[in-house]
């Protein structure tokens, strides 16, 4: 773990451990043993923090007091650590607080939040106690007061960190303590051996390292819907965070986790507090009044249901009365245990909550359209927060000529009818947050819904997941070029991976989805998309699997015998000693492998022209391609950001589509070709010290790939695909430059090769192609020869090292600096793009290489502006920056 923390006391402290050697520690324990210290706390501390976090609570040493630590410094002889002790003063840096971060506002909290007594106790009982249970059924209202005193809280507390967890279950769980870390610089590698409850423990210590740190301000968790299995891998880092008055925990639940503390039972509203609550703060008439608490009632006094009956009275401009009328007359569905219910027991104690929530969906089915509903029922697949609006516009339609957007926001006033969820923000970016328990409701409706239609089981399930699958397909991309196009991407990628949990389990249960060219495909896809967002992030670990699932789902595809292939794989990259006896056993591996996907293509060639055609003609367009065909066709495009069939015609008369009877091959060519170079990439992301082995698997992908692509071209050599490079730039040239696989790919000759092959390309005149349409041209692309040009830099920087005599230096530093004029050249132009601090941080490398020192603190300066002189490294710094902090 690698934990890196703004410019403070607590940093310094760090820093000055890290100096500390093991003999210089066990001096310091030494020394500070003449202090009043507890001895078994002493002999516990493994390192020098540890120690002076014990010095600092007994009051040994503070940021305004350091004397007593300097002259034990001083006596164990570590000058660097005296040093650094030292420049905090010198620096003349006091223990002011800074403001603190935080992932929670008043924007999160729902417009109807009615304070109430409950909360009023709240604020009283988190004065006498630092860790709460508000415990109640779904749709009490607890994590919305939760959230509302945490806003105060930390609006009056600019310098505690204030954060809400989700903890509904272990991927949320995962997902929300990786984003703390991310936030605060802090790294956990995953070591893919341990489960998954290891790595939450692990993220658990380092945020409690944080935590326990940063003793200058008051810190609040929220761990909101916090279950048994969520508890049981949080239960030492729970334990731990108890011990410290500074740290402030507020639990949301409704299972008795707890019986050791404070516990608020939050049992919705009172019939006062409800009847102000549904008519708004107008006094009502006797006869409204009794017709409220009637509601309330029926609602179990929980502020989901009244707010959603409030809101369809509000809808409708009707009367309580009528409203209770019409309650009456519709046939309430029967909530009974069904395995829904048994596998999510908040519904067995909150069976008056369902029966309301399912009784508005049965309103909402007769009146909606059946895609309108069918966008409602496939909530229960994603995540319940931040669901981007724009994934909808994509969820299909029986006639090309609908228009989508109408659909969509005849989706977004449905949920409203009912206030089903939160909309928020403007056009591309509308988001929408519901509530667990409508989530759950969509669930057991679905469930009953097949029961009475007398379906099979999976029947529904299957066909709401294909089409959030193609959605996900539609809307998402590989190209994070521009930082809007990954921001999209971004956002969509957490409800993608819960569409994707859904979609693997039910092709554990329906085996027919083993034949199902489509759902394969998509799934494929979606898995490939994921873990290359999730790589592209950082987030290396989740990443891992959505790529290890995606290559699972190719072999499925090709009815290829996985555990074999891999395990000649394993085998092979035991024995190889050299990248050349690696490369053509993967020749062979891949003309196997293109063996069986051309059979595929041939068996199933009017589905896959399709499933092609439908891609090509719904797929979501990022800028730069929108910008790129409309100047071919002269035109805007008439559907905004996709193709229609005129549009589409006219690019393959000029040579920029593929035709349809060519995509029948060619489109599962280049998925298949993507997922195994996006697998063979992870070998750029592996752990220090690198597994040989296992990189060299990853290896042999990228030359399979590579072996794939060639073969690919050679047969529609009219129609490059862009992977076909991309496999070659980012792939095995650069696995040459990197060589984790330990193939002795360093030397003089193979980096000339590198040098020439890059050389090459960036002359090459060619239209490159993405599934069927054209997407780049390298000649005229700033972007590609930027690339091209970073990987040659690389290559010069390398070869360096092997140059024989001054005049071979001196040849390869002329190169290296025409490349870097070069490069310079185009880098204004590619200030918006992701890849910029890349670009800037390989030049600045190479100067400093040549020892142009100058140059390269001008250039790393650039980079990373906030680093002056002696500054330590600043909070939320990306790994360019941290390079660039590291070299400056």
């Not at 999510?344 to 895609?371: M, R, Y």
Request: charged share 30%.
């Amino acid at each position: 773990m690698d934990l890196q923390k703004s410019d403070d006391f607590e940093t310094v402290l760090m820093k000055v451990s890290n100096k500390l050697e093991e003999s210089d520690l066990k001096a310091l324990k030494y020394l500070v043993k003449t202090k009043n210290l507890k001895r078994t706390d002493l002999e516990k501390a493994e390192s020098g923090f540890q120690v002076f976090d014990l010095l600092e609570k007994n009051g040994i040493i503070s940021c305004r007091d350091t004397q007593p630590l300097q002259e034990w410094l001083e006596l164990i002889g570590n000058a660097d650590a005296s040093k650094c002790l030292q420049q905090f003063h010198a620096k003349g840096i006091s223990c002011r607080t800074k403001q603190a971060s935080t992932n929670i506002n008043f924007s999160k909290i729902v417009e109807h939040f009615k304070p109430t007594q409950k909360l009023k106790e709240l604020k009283e009982e988190v004065e006498r106690n630092n860790f709460i249970i508000l415990k109640g059924l779904l749709g009490s209202g607890k994590s919305q007061m939760a959230l509302k005193y945490a806003c105060e809280f930390k609006e009056n507390n600019a310098s505690s960190i204030v954060w809400k967890l989700n903890c509904k279950d272990l991927t949320s769980l995962q997902t929300s303590l990786r984003y703390f870390c991310t936030i605060h610089d802090i790294r956990v590698e995953m070591d893919e051996s341990k489960p998954p409850q290891a790595f939450i423990e692990d993220l658990g210590q380092a945020i409690l390292q944080i935590l326990t740190s940063r003793k200058e301000a008051i810190h609040l968790l929220i761990l909101d819907d916090l279950l048994q299995d969520s508890c049981r891998c949080l239960q030492n880092f729970i334990r731990e965070c108890r011990t410290h008055q500074h740290i402030q925990i507020i639990i949301t639940t409704f299972q008795p986790l707890f019986d050791d503390c404070k516990i608020i039972d939050i049992n919705g509203f009172t019939s006062e507090e409800a009847v102000d609550f549904l008519s708004g703060g107008i006094e009502p008439t006797n006869e409204d009044k009794d017709e409220y608490i009637k509601l309330g009632f029926k609602y179990g006094f929980l502020p989901l249901g009244l707010y959603c009956a409030r809101t369809y009275m509000h809808h409708t401009s009707i009367s309580p009365g009528k409203f209770n009328k019409l309650c009456e007359t519709k046939e309430l569905r029967k909530i009974e245990d069904n395995h829904c219910i048994a596998d999510d027991p908040s519904v067995l104690n909150n069976k008056t909550l369902f029966k309301a929530l399912i009784q508005f969906i049965d309103v909402l089915e007769n009146a909606e359209t059946q895609k309108v509903f069918d966008m409602i029922l496939s909530l229960q697949y994603l995540e319940i927060e931040e669901i981007p609006l724009l994934l909808f516009d994509f969820f299909g339609s029986d006639s090309p000529e609908t228009n989508y957007a109408i659909e969509t926001n005849n989706f977004i006033q449905a949920l409203r009818k009912f206030s089903f969820g939160k909309i928020e923000g403007k056009d591309d970016d509308r988001v929408l947050s519901t509530h667990y328990a409508v989530v759950s409701a969509l669930k057991i409706f679905s469930e009953q819904q097949k029961e009475v239609l007398n379906t099979k089981f999976q029947t529904q399930d299957r066909i709401l997941l294909k089409q959030l699958l193609r959605a996900f397909m539609h809307v998402m991309d590989k190209d994070n070029r521009s930082k809007t196009d990954f921001r999209r991407n971004k956002m969509m990628v957490q409800h993608a991976r819960s569409a994707l949990i859904h979609a693997d389990e039910l092709f554990k249960k329906d085996k027919i989805l083993r034949q199902d060219l489509e759902f394969l495909m998509s799934v494929i896809y979606v898995h490939d998309l994921v873990g290359y967002t999730y790589n592209f992030d950082g987030i290396l670990n989740v990443a891992a699997h959505h790529s290890d699932m995606a290559k699972s789902y190719c072999f499925v595809l090709l009815n290829v015998d996985q555990e074999a292939f891999e395990n000649d794989l394993k085998d092979e990259c035991g024995r190889v000693e050299s990248i050349d006896m690696l490369d053509r056993f993967c020749q062979e591996k891949a003309k196997h492998l293109f063996d069986k996907m051309k059979c595929m293509a041939s068996d199933n060639a009017v589905k896959l022209e399709n499933f092609a055609k439908c891609y090509i003609l719904e797929k979501y367009r990022a800028e730069d391609d929108i910008s790129a065909l409309s100047k071919i066709l002269e035109n805007d495009l008439k559907r905004e950001t996709r193709l229609n069939e005129r549009e589409l015609e006219t690019l393959c008369h000029k040579g920029y589509a593929v035709p349809l009877k060519d995509m029948t091959h060619l489109f599962l060519y280049e998925l298949l070709l993507s997922t195994f170079y996006t697998h063979g990439r992870r070998i750029f992301y592996l752990i220090t010290p690198v597994d040989v082995i296992k990189a060299r698997i990853f290896c042999s992908y990228l030359y399979i790939s590579y072996h794939l692509a060639q073969t690919i071209t050679n047969k529609f050599q009219q129609w490059e695909c862009l992977y076909a490079m991309l496999t070659e730039r980012s792939g095995t040239l650069q696995q040459c430059i990197d060589d984790h696989s330990n193939l002795k790919q360093h030397n003089m000759i193979a980096f000339q090769k590198v040098a020439s092959r890059c050389e090459a390309m960036l002359q090459e005149d060619r239209r490159y192609f993405m599934f069927g349409i054209f997407k780049t041209d390298t000649r005229t692309d700033d972007h590609c020869q930027a690339i091209w040009l970073k990987q040659l830099i690389r290559c010069y920087k390398h070869m360096l090292r092997f140059a024989q005599n001054e005049t071979e230096k001196k040849e390869v530093i002329t190169k290296g600096k025409e490349c870097v004029a070069r490069l310079q050249e185009s880098l204004p132009s590619m200030e918006d793009r992701t890849c910029f601090q890349g670009l800037q941080f390989s030049v600045g490398e190479f100067c400093e290489c040549i020892e142009d020192y100058d140059e390269a603190a001008k250039i790393l300066d650039t980079l990373c502006p906030n680093l002056k002189e002696q500054d330590l490294i600043k909070e939320k710094l990306n790994k360019y920056e941290k390079k660039a902090s590291i070299l400056l």
